[in-house]
């Protein structure tokens, strides 16, 4: 799926880009009860300057958008490390969902138990190996060793 149409053209979410000094803030969010959203990306961060970190940056300020909202509140938030850590697990496992489904890792699971197979659901899915990695743990379909192993030989290649 992809998310960046959704935000921008259904939901008329801007997205625009901003530099900001701290690298571990991928994505910011702004709106409140009397304007729309807005995200913005820091082209600083590695998830900014890729183009699979780029959507799962908007895959998470989607689901942001979508369950901090009901709330009603007026919110700025930067996707940082110094975020409360129970709603970075909840947008990344509902971003994680809407780009790798269940139904369709399910379905083509061939290998990836072993971590076959690993280059190409990045490819078909376009993801990084950190995004993919964590699915497929979540998911039960690889275990620890095998989420390490992936880990330490695609993330510095993704």
Not at 19 to 37: A, G, M, R
Not at 87 to 100: M, P
Not at 121 to 140: P, Q, S, W
């Amino acid at each position: 799926m992809e998310i960046e149409p959704i935000l921008t053209e259904v939901l008329n979410v801007p997205i625009d880009s901003c530099q900001l000094e701290d690298v571990t803030i991928d994505v910011v969010s702004l709106w409140d009860k009397d304007s729309d959203p807005v995200v913005f990306i820091n082209r600083k961060s590695l998830m900014g300057r890729k183009k699979w970190g780029r959507r799962m940056a908007l895959a998470h300020e989607f689901c942001r958008l979508i369950f901090d909202a009901e709330e009603g509140k007026s919110l700025g938030i930067a996707s940082g490390r110094w975020v409360p850590v129970e709603l970075e697990q909840c947008a990344n496992a509902s971003a994680a969902e809407i780009l790798l489904p269940s139904s369709a890792l399910e379905r083509d699971a061939s290998g990836l138990s072993e971590g076959k197979n690993f280059d190409k659901l990045m490819n078909r899915f376009k993801v990084g190996a950190t995004t993919a990695a964590n699915r497929l743990r979540d998911l039960g379909i690889i275990d620890e060793p095998v989420f390490n192993h992936l880990i330490s030989k695609y993330s510095a290649r993704y």
